[in-house]
């Protein structure tokens, strides 16, 4: 799991998400990214909170892992009770995944920066050839 070791650590920033029309939806973000069992696995948890009343708006759970079969994994879980499991594309600093749910795809990309920043996005398309952002989110490690 030593590819996944430039996202270890406690993480915090802000960032935005739109759902549907209309304005993008402001969040804090924190994260937390750990090795498990000796660093078979990676857990991250991420909690976005509203920055007007501070209550959750996003709170989830991922475990990423390598599975001799299929590569780079993750299985991420929300406070709603969704669940998706995926294949994971790890590259220098990079880490991408992303699942089809109906006609929709979706996709998430994080790159830590050069200079230490997070900085993810969130896209959608129907056709998956354009694609739509949808979210946005930038942390720096506490």
């Known amino acids: 799991m030593r590819p996944l070791a430039f996202l270890l ?49 996003h709170h989830a759970f991922a475990v990423l892992f390598h599975d001799a079969a299929h590569g780079f994994r993750i299985r991420s879980f929300t406070r709603d009770g969704r669940t998706v ?22 996709r998430f990309t994080i790159t830590v920066t050069p200079d230490g920043r997070w900085v993810e996005t969130g896209e959608s398309s129907r056709d998956g050839t354009t694609w739509f ?10």
């Open 85 to 106: 499991e995926s294949d994971v594309t790890v590259g220098e600093r990079t880490l991408t995944w992303g699942f089809t749910a109906g006609p929709q795809t979706t």
């Open 9 to 57: 650590g406690a993480w915090e920033g802000s960032g935005s998400i739109t759902l549907g029309p209309g304005a993008a939806h402001p969040f804090v973000q924190t994260e937390k990214v750990e090795p498990r069992l000796d660093g078979v696995v990676v857990t991250i948890e991420g909690l976005g909170r509203s920055p007007t009343d501070d209550s959750v708006v």
């Open 133 to 142: 952002p949808f979210f946005a989110m930038e942390l720096t490690r506490r």
